[in-house]
């Protein structure tokens, strides 16, 4: 599969959430009459289908690139030991992921999935495939190391050498000792091409795993992002609900600040912010070394997000709110008993 004649920018797009198809362009930011008519049929959000209470914010805190580096792992253990996070996820073909998976094993009462891993970013920090090289020659680059960017993955990768190398992944942690809790998407590259999502859900579902696939038959989830520039389309609307497994109503990240006292600030706005119903907020918390410094130029942010949720401004902050916390474990307990 060649996408090469696809822009960059498009690509990006169609990122992070199954929001538009990157293959298509007829409609892709039209609602037709009858998908309209689809979306009017929401009446209650997820969180509501799962039991938990109307009107309330449902909100799972997850610490993605974990198993990326000593730093990652050691911040989520602490937070999750500490219970002040509800989730984190491992990327199975860094240095550290099985090191992490041993903790997971230990720990079956934690919340810990896989951050399917398809690009390798850092300059200098990188990492290649579960898969032998010869069987998934599309995912790699010159380096034989995974590509650095999304649109790079989508240029050369097919959904079948996808599919192989996410099955891999899956494979290797439950060949460690750890059938994950859910599965999720680093950098969103599963988002990057409808061949991907459709891989993407086949495999969450053979495999009986909830993957963060967020509702877009609610308008204003729908609407919201396609006025940020989203690609959407019919065709998307529809792949979801073939989907079986639970679904998010929301899915964000903790925002970027240049100060701490702003990066607190900035969350509890984003709190405030949100609508009811349940939410993934996804973060990336490392203990702050030379090392770390070394790997990646988001090292403040990073320690920031190590400190912030044990922080008891925001923790205080949280319980004023009234904020409903769960994790992918009680999700799938309360799925099981309605679906």
Request: glycine share 6%; proline share 5%.
């Amino acid at each position: 599969m060649k996408k090469s004649t696809i822009s960059k920018a498009s690509i990006l797009l169609c990122c992070l959430f199954l929001l538009g198809s990157c293959g298509e362009k007829k409609n892709e930011n039209t609602i037709t009459k009858n998908q309209e008519s689809t979306l009017s049929t929401k009446s209650n959000t997820w969180a509501e289908k799962l039991g938990w209470p109307a009107g309330k914010k449902v909100i799972m805190l997850h610490a993605d690139d974990i198993g990326m580096c000593p730093e990652a792992n050691d911040a989520a253990e602490k937070m999750l030991n500490e219970r002040v996070i509800q989730s984190a996820a491992v990327m199975i073909p860094c240095p550290n992921a099985e090191e992490f998976i041993s903790f997971a094993k230990n720990n079956p009462k934690l919340d810990i999935g896989l951050h399917l891993t398809l690009t390798s970013e850092w300059k200098t920090y990188r990492w290649g495939t579960i898969t032998p090289k010869n069987e998934v020659p599309g995912l790699l680059d010159e380096d034989e190391k995974m590509w650095h960017e999304v649109p790079q993955v989508v240029q050369h990768a097919s959904a079948e050498e996808v599919e192989k190398e996410i099955r891999a992944q899956i494979e290797q942690s439950i060949a460690w000792g750890h059938q994950p809790d859910h599965l999720d998407t680093h950098m969103g590259t599963l988002f990057g091409h409808i061949d991907y999502v459709k891989v993407f859900m086949k495999v969450a579902q053979e495999y009986g795993i909830p993957a963060n696939i967020i509702d877009v038959s609610n308008p204003k989830v729908y609407e919201e992002f396609k006025s940020k520039g989203y690609p959407m389309n019919e065709n998307f609307v529809k792949l979801g609900e073939t989907y079986k497994l639970p679904k998010l109503d929301f899915f964000t990240s903790a925002p970027k600040a240049d100060t701490y006292e702003e990066k607190i600030a900035k969350f509890k706005a984003l709190i405030q912010g949100l609508d009811s119903g349940l939410t993934e907020i996804i973060f990336h918390p490392s203990v702050l070394t030379e090392n770390l410094k070394s790997i990646t130029g988001s090292w403040q942010q990073r320690s920031w997000e190590l400190e912030m949720f044990s922080d008891p401004d925001l923790i205080q902050f949280f319980k004023d709110e009234g904020i409903i916390f769960t994790n992918w474990q009680e999700i799938m307990e309360r799925y099981n008993k309605i679906k």
